[in-house]
């Protein structure tokens, strides 16, 4: 049996978002996206981060500052705290959401209104407003 999903969903990280950072699966909403983002973040999967990054964003991104944070950063738990959006039938989503991380040491809280959009079908991440 597979160990517990990052992304606390309560689901086994085989039957979660495993497929999804191996390629094996499109996340179906935003909120999925997010979650499996987060799994990324916590199993340092820079590749996937970029993949799943917005073609406007994704020239934006600094692959080894992505790598450095992903390296130093402990991603604790995650909390959906609410969606406008972002199902199977739309093109656009918002997920909001705050993380207990560990960066360097110190416990932080991240709060996140996280922007999706649709792109050739596939879930994209666009950018986020934080606290």
């Known amino acids: 049996m597979s160990r517990l999903c990052p992304c606390e969903s309560k689901r086994t990280y085989d039957r979660c978002c495993e497929p999804y950072l191996l390629g094996r699966a499109l996340p179906e909403t935003a ?11 916590a199993m340092a ?4 981060l970029v993949a799943t990054t917005s073609q406007a964003e994704r020239a ?31 093109d656009t989503g918002v997920v909001v959401f705050h993380a207990k991380l560990l960066i360097n040491g110190k416990r932080m809280l991240h709060r996140e209104r996280s922007r999706f959009v649709r792109e050739d079908g596939k879930w994209a991440y666009v950018d986020g407003e934080t606290n």
């Open 31 to 41: 909120e999925k996206l997010m979650r499996s983002r987060f799994s990324a973040y």
């Open 45 to 48: 999967r820079a590749d996937y």
């Open 60 to 90: 934006k991104v600094d692959r080894e500052e992505l790598e450095r944070y992903c390296r130093a950063v402990k991603c604790i738990s995650l909390r959906i705290l609410g969606t406008e959006l972002g199902g199977k039938d739309d």
